[in-house]
Each structure stands twice: as structure tokens, then as C-alpha cells.
């Protein structure tokens, strides 16, 4: 960790190690979904890190809920976690559900799924007529 704090350091960035249990990494145990809020599973991490942020808990009975994509003002979400889905949509979370069952078979999910750019907005307008 001390390279990547040296590393980043440089940038005015600050590393803190945040200890997970119970997960493949951090992104399955908490994500940001809005500018001030992050979804989390306490079981698998701590909050004490987080406390700056309002919470979004996970339904306890859909542990692995916490793993969402935000992309500009939308939440990328599996539709196979409906409760916690509903917990999102209640604190005016805007999501997009994506049906991952079987992504999910391998511990895939939507952070490890994706691959997030930005492009001009030419670029895209380009493809897009090529595409149709």
C-alpha cells in the first residue's frame, strides 16, 4: 500500500486500507451510488470508514446487493436483488436493472463486468449511425 500512497500521494489522493471479510474485494461490499451515498454490506465490511456518507444498507437476504455500477446520475443494478433494489429506488437512487444470473453463477457482477469511458460525443454519434 505504500507504493500506491507514494504513487497517488503526488496527486494530493490519501490510500486507506479497508479490511473485507467474507467477499472477493471492496467493490462487493460497498459501492457509491450517488454523490453522498454508498451502498453497503456491514457484514463483510466495516462502516467506520464510510461514516462521512449516508448508508444504504443491503437486505440481509441478499448479502452480495452491495455491488453497483453508478454511471454519470444512474445505478447499473441486477434485477435479481429486488429488495435491495427497492431500498435504492426509496432513497431516490435512480437505477437501471440489468438481468446478471449468469454472470452471477461465476461471482461476476456489474463493478467487475464493466468497463466504464467517456468518449466525445462525436465519436459515439459516429458509431452510432455506422451501427444502424
Known amino acids: 500500500m505504500s507504493q500506491l500512497d507514494r504513487m497517488l500521494g503526488q496527486f494530493g489522493y490519501a490510500v486507506q486500507a479497508i479490511r473485507v471479510s467474507g467477499c472477493l474485494h471492496l ?3 460497498v459501492t457509491s451510488v450517488s454523490d453522498t451515498a454508498l451502498l453497503i454490506n456491514r457484514q463483510w465490511v466495516s462502516v467506520d470508514p464510510f461514516r462521512a456518507f449516508d448508508l444504504i444498507e443491503v437486505d440481509p437476504s441478499e448479502p452480495g446487493a452491495a455491488n453497483a455500477l453508478r454511471v454519470g446520475g444512474r445505478v447499473i443494478y441486477p434485477t435479481r436483488h429486488t429488495r ?3 431500498r435504492l429506488t426509496s ?3 435512480d437505477i ?3 438481468d446478471l444470473n449468469e ?7 456489474v463493478t467487475c463486468c464493466s468497463l466504464v469511458f467517456t468518449a466525445p460525443v462525436q465519436l459515439l454519434r459516429a458509431n452510432w449511425t455506422a451501427v444502424e
Open 27 to 29: 467493490k462487493s461490499a
Open 84 to 86: 435491495t433494489g427497492e
Open 91 to 93: 432513497a431516490g437512487v
Open 96 to 98: 437501471l436493472t440489468v
Open 103 to 109: 454472470l452471477a453463477k461465476a461471482e461476476g457482477a
